[in-house]
C-alpha cells in the first residue's frame, strides 16, 4: 500500500500546499492501493497512521529550501538517523522531520519514506490567516501530483525474473 500523507494550514498562505494537493489528488483515479489523505495539522494522527504503514508513504508539504518559489522537490528523508531527543509534540502544528523522529522512537516507520515538497514563496507565522497559495505554489500543484503519479507508477511497476518472482522497484 502506498500512503500519501498531506500536510499543510490552508490559513498561513503557502503553507497549505499539501492540503491543495490532496484536493487536487482527490479528484483523480489511482491504484485501489493507493491511499491520500489530508492530515492538515494533525501531527498525532500522521504519526499513528505511519506506525500503522508499513509500505511506502510519500509526505507532500511546503518545504522551504532555499529555491525559487515554486520549485518541487522529491526528497528521501534520513530516517536512520533520528537521534533520541525528540521535544514534546506539537498539538497545533506540523512539523513532519519532528513526526518521523517520533514515529521512529515508538518503534516503527513505513518501509520508504519520500518527501513531494514545494519551495514556498509566503511562508511562517507572518502570514497568519492568509489563505490561498501564491501564484507560483499554485502552478506547482500540477507538476506535484506528476511527481507523485510518476513515483507511483515507478513503485508498481513489476518485473518477474526467471524463478517467476515479483520484484518492485523504484528509481531512485
Known amino acids: ?10 490559513f498561513l498562505g503557502d ?9 487536487q489528488l482527490s479528484v483523480r483515479t489511482l491504484p ?11 501531527g498525532f494522527d500522521l504519526v499513528y497512521a505511519l506506525l500503522d504503514h508499513d509500505g511506502l508513504a510519500i509526505l507532500v508539504d511546503a518545504c522551504p529550501r532555499g529555491g525559487a518559489p515554486g520549485s518541487v522537490y522529491l526528497v528521501e528523508p534520513d530516517t536512520v538517523d ?3 531527543s525528540i521535544g514534546l509534540p506539537e498539538t497545533h502544528s ?5 513526526v518521523l523522529h517520533l514515529v521512529r522512537s515508538m518503534g516503527g516507520l513505513a518501509k520508504r519514506i519520500l518527501v513531494v515538497g514545494c519551495e514556498p514563496l509566503d511562508f511562517g ?6 489563505m490561498g497559495l501564491s501564484d507560483p505554489v499554485q502552478a506547482a500543484v500540477s507538476e506535484a ?5 510518476r513515483v507511483i507508477l515507478e ?4 518485473r518477474q525474473d526467471v524463478h517467476g518472482v515479483e520484484h518492485t522497484y523504484l528509481e531512485r
Open 15 to 23: 503553507d497549505g500546499f499539501g492540503v491543495e494537493v490532496a484536493r
Open 94 to 98: 506540523m512539523n513532519p522531520m519532528r
Open 145 to 149: 501530483i506528476r511527481m507523485i503519479e
Open 125 to 130: 507565522p507572518e502570514n497568519e490567516g492568509r
Open 1 to 10: 500500500m502506498i500512503l500519501i500523507a498531506c500536510i499543510g494550514n490552508i
Open 155 to 158: 513503485h508498481t511497476k513489476r
Open 82 to 84: 533520528c537521534g533520541d
Open 32 to 42: 485501489a492501493d493507493v491511499v491520500v489523505k489530508d492530515f492538515g495539522i494533525r
